[in-house]
């Protein structure tokens, strides 16, 4: 899970960064307001990228998403990146938690001791 989930904060922090540059020249707030919003969105991300595994990781990831998805009453066209990124993030965390459990069934499988041939064939 951790692996899908960084990759979608990575590429979110990309996404807030290029917003940034867009509500700066579109909206009536001033570039340090911008640039203070999405910088900590940014570093949050990344953040988030280390801490994705610990309690509270995933929810703090679905509040950065509702905060992406409100980024598009700045932005409108973060409205649609918001949606598409919110389904990345459900996307990673739902499939995620799927290979975690596929790949812990396969280690308890090998850390089974190999049962012995002739004795099941009696």
């Not at 899908?4 to 570039?31: D, K, P, Q, R």
């Not at 203070?36 to 990831?61: F, N």
């Not at 905060?67 to 409205?79: D, H």
């Not at 975690?100 to 004795?119: I, L, T, Y």
């Amino acid at each position: 899970m951790r692996t899908l989930c960084a990759s979608t904060l990575l590429g979110e922090a990309f996404v807030i960064g290029l917003a940034g540059l867009v509500a700066m020249n579109l909206s009536h707030f001033s570039a340090g307001t911008v640039w203070a919003v999405s910088g900590v969105a940014m570093v949050l991300c990344v953040l988030l990228c280390g801490m994705i595994t610990r309690p509270g990781g995933v929810v703090i990831g679905w509040v950065l998403q509702i905060a992406l998805i409100a980024s598009g009453f700045v932005v409108p066209t973060m409205y649609f990146l918001g949606a598409v990124f919110a389904a990345l993030w459900w996307a990673a965390v739902h499939f995620g938690r799927k290979i975690d459990a596929f790949k812990a069934a396969n280690a308890a499988r090998a850390a089974e001791p190999p049962q012995d041939a002739a004795a099941t064939a009696g």
